[in-house]
């Protein structure tokens, strides 16, 4: 049922496989999945909702409608037919949930690897699979904070979640994590947080 969409997902090399993963993994992980990439996406200004579920259904309906990159003179203007494309409620209550997700995690995951390529977005859908206890909507609300104001902590991020950061590269990027999440949690010590952090992680 899925195949069709996860080898249409071609512009960004390895999502399929990514996304697939999720999916067979079942319905909470890969919904932790769409939920992060979505929540970047918008913090990033790509996106005007971090509904993964709505950003699912407006890219669906709006390639049923031939709205796609090359019809556009720019990317951004192709975004931004995407995020005004009116939804037909009718007919989305016929796509199902994955199809939804799947879709929103690939248009998030698309205009973040095409506007800010240095992010290596795939480390954090990859990671978020791998680890999907770190997602929680607190977490990513706060992280998604963090990258609107500098996109290139998504690499650090993603990198932490794939382990591929050691000695003070891996401290550093845990003190980031806990500080922006203490503005969601100020009921919660540095020390208590941390430990949250770290327990998501492992």
């Given at each position: 049922?899925?195949?069709?969409?996860?080898?249409?997902?071609?512009?960004?090399?390895?999502?399929?496989?990514?996304?697939?993963?999720?999916?067979?993994?079942?319905?909470?992980?890969?919904?932790?999945?769409?939920?992060g990439l979505t929540a970047f996406g918008n913090a990033l200004g790509l996106l005007e909702t971090d509904d993964p579920v709505e950003m699912g259904i407006k890219r669906i309906q709006a390639?049923?409608?031939?709205?796609?990159?090359?019809?556009?003179?720019?990317?951004?203007?192709?975004?931004?037919?995407?995020?005004?494309?009116?939804?037909?409620?009718?007919?989305?209550?016929?796509?199902?949930?994955?199809?939804?997700?799947?879709?929103?995690?690939?248009?998030?995951?698309?205009?973040?690897?095409?506007?800010?390529?240095?992010?290596?977005?795939?480390?954090?859908?990859?990671?978020?699979?791998?680890?999907?206890?770190?997602?929680?909507?607190?977490?990513?609300?706060?992280?998604?904070?963090?990258?609107?104001?500098?996109?290139?902590?998504?690499?650090?991020?993603?990198?932490?979640?794939?382990?591929?950061?050691?000695?003070?590269?891996?401290?550093?990027?845990?003190?980031?994590?806990?500080?922006?999440?203490?503005?969601?949690?100020?009921?919660?010590?540095?020390?208590?947080?941390?430990?949250?952090?770290?327990?998501?992680?492992?």
């Open positions: 049922m899925f195949a069709g969409i996860l080898s249409a997902l071609i512009t960004v090399t390895g999502l399929g496989n990514i996304l697939g993963k999720a999916l067979s993994l079942g319905i909470r992980v890969l919904e932790a999945t769409a939920k390639e049923n409608a031939g709205i796609e990159p090359d019809v556009y003179d720019s990317y951004d203007e192709y975004l931004d037919a995407v995020n005004k494309f009116e939804i037909d409620e009718e007919s989305a209550a016929e796509i199902s949930l994955e199809e939804k997700l799947l879709k929103g995690a690939q248009h998030a995951t698309e205009a973040i690897d095409r506007k800010f390529p240095d992010s290596e977005i795939l480390n954090v859908a990859e990671g978020i699979v791998e680890n999907p206890e770190f997602y929680d909507d607190d977490r990513f609300a706060a992280l998604a904070e963090l990258v609107s104001n500098d996109p290139d902590k998504i690499a650090i991020i993603g990198k932490l979640l794939m382990g591929k950061l050691e000695g003070d590269e891996y401290y550093d990027a845990i003190d980031m994590i806990v500080s922006a999440e203490q503005t969601k949690h100020p009921e919660l010590t540095i020390e208590e947080i941390e430990e949250r952090v770290q327990k998501s992680l492992a």
